[in-house]
């Protein structure tokens, strides 16, 4: 992945190139790498792919920045495992939002990625004030010199009665219907962080989690209590089961635990179904959520704490397979 327009290498020969944000990698970002590939495929190019980081909006209208899928290196993994050959993520700043749509063609696909064939969503906006759309692109690349033109292309993220986009999948999270945002996404919504220390609780109530931290901006489903698995990503030695590449079976919490009293910040708690072994502190992780088991509730003892708790895990057991 190139984190500047000066890391692209010198001796880069001509590509074809998709731009768009790509939070999240839903099904409609991979129907346009999928036809961005059969381009590249077709004339022969490696396929680049061109996001933002950080998002436009979190630059321009800071109060009004999404919140995100995807941070941009698990981005950029998740665009290779589709076709994507390399990674540009733009370091957007003030400066690049007054580039106007002449100057953005000319520095970024011209002069710096070679571009002969360009995709992105029919929707797509660049350059100043959003004063470039697809027809410009279709445009600003037949009018380049013979040996710098590229052809250019939107393609429609329709999901027949809705419309895949990133905002979509958020509205989801927010309403905690993951199976919608699943249908979206193509997979599991999920998260990734590190394990932490957490007060313990769990583990004194018979259900030790792991306690993963995840950074304020990123998107996290509305507060209640999921069915998902976790796969360890990297971490302290014994932390991963080579017998179980698709992860560990959970049950997971999110939000503040509003049975005990404090002052909370919301979290993301996952309890491993029948382990109470593994030591994670430290492991790298993802947890998605595949299943919806109810909102978070506040309970008058510890008690009936416990026994839901048992049939949240006995019901995400049953849904998980086992």
Do not use: K
């Not at 941070?71 to 993994?77: M, N």
């Not at 996404?185 to 583990?203: H, T």
């Not at 990123?218 to 998902?228: N, T």
């Not at 009293?261 to 430290?282: F, K, Q, W």
């Amino acid at each position: 992945m190139w984190r500047t327009l000066d890391e692209i290498p010198d001796d880069l020969g001509p590509t074809a190139v998709t731009i768009g944000n790509f939070d999240g990698v839903h099904r409609g970002h991979r129907a346009v790498v999928a036809r961005s590939r059969a381009v590249a495929d077709r004339e022969a190019l490696p396929l680049v792919a061109v996001t933002f980081d950080p998002h436009p909006m979190a630059v321009l209208r800071p109060d009004h920045a999404p919140s995100v899928l995807t941070p941009v290196p698990w981005r950029a993994e998740l665009l290779g495992a589709i076709g994507v050959d390399e990674v540009l993520a733009l370091p957007f700043d003030r400066a690049m939002a007054a580039w106007t749509p002449e100057e953005f063609v000319r520095r970024v696909l011209v002069e710096r990625l070679h571009a002969r064939a360009v995709v992105v969503g029919a929707n797509f906006r660049f350059g100043a004030r959003a004063a470039g759309d697809t027809a410009a692109l279709v445009d600003l690349g037949r009018e380049q010199p013979a040996d710098r033109r590229f052809t250019a292309e939107g393609v429609v993220l329709d999901g027949g009665p809705q419309v895949w986009s990133s905002t979509y999948v958020r509205t989801c999270l927010a309403a905690g219907d993951v199976a919608v945002a699943t249908e979206a996404l193509g997979r599991p919504p999920a998260v990734r962080g590190p394990v932490v220390q957490g007060d313990q609780r769990g583990r004194e109530l018979g259900y030790p989690t792991a306690n993963v931290e995840v950074g304020p901006d990123v998107a996290v489903a509305a507060d209640g209590v999921y069915a998902g698995r976790m796969r360890v990503l990297g971490g302290p030695a014994g932390t991963s089961r080579p017998d179980d590449p698709a992860g560990f079976p959970v049950a997971v919490s999110v939000g503040t635990n509003p049975t005990f009293a404090g002052e909370r910040s919301r979290r993301v708690e996952a309890y491993v179904i029948g382990r109470t072994d593994l030591s994670l502190y430290g492991a790298e992780v993802e947890v998605d959520l595949s299943h919806h088991l109810r909102g978070m509730a506040a309970f008058d003892s510890v008690d009936e704490l416990l026994v839901q708790m048992s049939q949240d895990v006995e019901q995400a057991r049953v849904l998980l397979g086992g």
